[in-house]
């Protein structure tokens, strides 16, 4: 999965939320006098309201809401496997730095 491409992609689309007129299309409840007043997306079939519903749902500022998640998450986890490796070499008894790991711990529980 291409994270930058979605993203660039979210960005491009009509920012804002997005809602299905209870049937089957979907469009922004922005009202910026450019896109307001057009559909976002027709769906038919016979998912078609599960769908609008999805993509409604889905749009590009829920998007960039999930990517940024995704990027504080990948930071913790590199920051965490970091901490973990400290505490594994101070278990073996070679140099660790404690200032650096307790820096390290005391940000990690300040984040919410």
Do not use: H
């Amino acid at each position: 999965m291409n994270i930058e491409k979605i993203k660039a992609a979210a960005l491009a689309a009509t920012q804002g939320e997005w809602d299905t007129d209870g049937f089957s299309s979907v469009g922004s409840t922005r009202n910026d006098q450019v896109n307001g007043g057009y559909f976002t997306a027709l769906c038919e079939g016979p998912d078609k309201l599960a769908n609008a519903s999805f993509i409604a749902t889905a749009n590009p500022s829920a998007v960039l809401e999930l990517i940024d998640r995704l990027e504080a998450a990948e930071r913790d986890a590199a920051q965490l496997d970091w901490v973990i490796g400290q505490f594994n070499l101070m278990l073996k008894g070679q140099f660790w730095n404690r200032e650096i790991i307790t820096r390290a711990m005391q940000d990690m529980k300040e984040k919410p």
